[in-house]
């Protein structure tokens, strides 16, 4: 199994607003470019997703995926994990969000791929975590702008 990357910024807004946002998945193409496209396939009683298929392009990462996501740790957490892809062959990851307490919130990424042609780990890492610096950037910038 590959090795978790991960990483974390401080949001300043409130923990409703960053909810709102980010367990919305449907959504991400309005803040995330490499989103472009999400649809939403299924969802649990609550009209949370829990079957989303989109379209990635992250770096050299190019794919038409379905992710599961689990709620099971909610309101503090979400996970992923994919269902089916045409060039990935393992996603899985979260998004964590903390209330500090001053009107700001620490959200956490976690990100692991695995793709179906041999990659050196060390590239897939740096894709990981520039793909998790991305996302968090653009996070913060649309909810503080």
């Known amino acids: ?3 978790i990357s991960k990483n974390s910024i401080v949001i300043e807004a409130s923990i409703d607003d ?3 946002l ?6 991400y193409p309005t803040w995330s470019s490499a989103i472009p496209s999400a649809k939403v396939l299924a969802s649990d009683n609550q009209s949370r997703a829990t079957k989303v298929e989109m379209d990635i ?3 050299p990462v190019k794919d038409h995926v379905t992710l599961d996501y689990d709620w099971s740790d909610a309101p503090g957490a979400l ?5 089916e892809a045409d060039m990935l062959t393992q ?3 979260s998004y964590e969000i903390k209330d500090n307490g001053d009107d700001t919130v620490t959200v956490t990424y976690e990100l ?3 793709l179906s042609m041999p990659v050196p780990a060390m590239m897939r890492t740096k894709a990981e975590r ?13 909810l503080e702008n």
């Open 1 to 3: 199994m590959s090795e």
């Open 57 to 59: 392009k992250a770096g």
């Open 112 to 114: 692991t791929v695995g």
């Open 91 to 93: 996603m899985t990851g």
């Open 79 to 83: 996970h992923f994990s994919l269902d």
């Open 130 to 142: 520039e793909t998790i610096d991305k996302a968090l950037a653009e996070l913060k910038s649309k």
């Open 22 to 27: 980010l367990f919305d998945p449907a959504n």
């Open 18 to 20: 960053v909810s709102a």
